[in-house]
């Protein structure tokens, strides 16, 4: 029974068992750091792991062994990996790079497809033509763009350094090559944003007609603006019925079959500052107030 469509049950429906993500840091930065767009990166993003120091020094080959071979000591029945760009800005490098980057991941029988982060600003069209040119093979090919809210003065009040207009764009453009699936990243509890705004967001991506959504409770980190912001007392944080009730929200504007790739988020004891709850201890709980949130009111559950 579920409440929503999760990532991991479309991927076991298709694949007939468990399809792995495994997460990749292939050494890209940002624009958002380096000056190119802006500089000081999205408010809530941790200054720190923008160090080189912090950067992955493992090449992509030896991060998909590793991680393959943990999580087949550790689940039985896995049918394939989807090779996970995550960290920063995964299509932000000349096509060149890119492609040699995306073809050693692609090149492993095992790894079934992959799913690259960016920002809506960063796919020029020889980015999404090399993107679309995997699918022939392997078809699980996903683009996952930040949005985080469709309204531009938040977004240029947590420096995100791109519009709406570009996300849309980044969309439409991206559709035009229908064989890659798109994911949208959103951040429910935005400063300065209210019930109605957050709406608007799932209004807008809902028309788009995305094939998947991310979504994260705003929570505080270390060494971000916002840290210094919510010690100031100019940011709010939610509970987690408030939480649940606006993602629950959020999530019934969208059409039902809609992928769900997260629903919360966290970060580790050491990194949170607030709220307490996006601690990883506590995500069965938020998970199962989702759950209640939409029991309650009677959603029609998806087989
Ligand atoms: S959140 Fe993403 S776009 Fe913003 S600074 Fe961090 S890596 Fe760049």
């Known amino acids: 029974m579920a409440y929503y469509r999760k990532l991991n049950d479309y991927l076991k429906d298709k694949y007939g068992g468990r399809v792995q993500k495994v997460a990749i840091d292939a050494g890209f930065t940002c624009p958002n750091r380096d000056g ?3 500089s000081g990166g999205c408010t809530f993003c941790n200054n720190l792991s923008f160090s080189p120091y912090a950067m992955s020094k493992k090449t992509v ?3 998909i062994e590793k991680s393959m071979a943990f999580y087949k000591s550790r689940f039985k029945n896995i049918k394939g990996f989807l090779a996970y760009f995550q960290a920063f800005t995964n299509t932000y490098a000349p096509v060149e790079k890119l492609k040699e980057v995306y073809d050693q991941a692609m090149s492993y029988d095992e790894i079934i497809g992959m799913s690259i982060g960016t920002r809506p600003d960063c796919v020029p069209e020889e980015v999404l033509d090399l993107i679309a040119s995997y699918t022939a093979e392997k078809p699980e090919v996903w683009v996952e763009y930040g949005l985080q809210t469709a309204h ?4 240029r009040a947590i420096n995100r350094a791109h519009s709406v207009a570009e996300f849309v764009d980044a969309v439409l453009r991206t559709k035009r090559r229908p064989s890659i699936k798109i994911c949208v990243h959103v951040i429910l509890g935005l400063p300065g944003e209210d019930y109605e705004d957050m709406m608007e967001t799932a209004r807008l991506i809902s028309v788009l007609g995305v094939d998947g959504i991310k979504i ?3 929570h ?9 912001q919510f010690l100031r007392g100019e940011i709010k944080d939610l509970t987690i019925e408030e939480y649940a009730r606006l993602a ?18 966290e970060a580790s004891e050491e990194e949170l500052i607030a709220p307490h709850w996006c601690l990883p201890k506590y995500k069965n709980e938020v998970l199962k107030a989702i759950d209640m949130e939409f029991k309650k009111r009677n959603r029609l559950v998806l087989v």
Not at 220 to 228: L, N, P, R
Not at 254 to 261: F, N, R
């Open 36 to 38: 190119s767009k802006a």
């Open 152 to 155: 531009f003065r938040t977004l």
């Open 216 to 218: 994260h409770p705003l």
């Open 248 to 265: 629950v929200d959020f999530l019934s504007i969208l059409p039902k079959d809609i992928i769900v790739h997260r629903i919360t988020g």
């Open 220 to 228: 505080i980190v270390k060494h971000t603006v916002m840290e210094k």
């Open 61 to 63: 080959k030896d991060q």
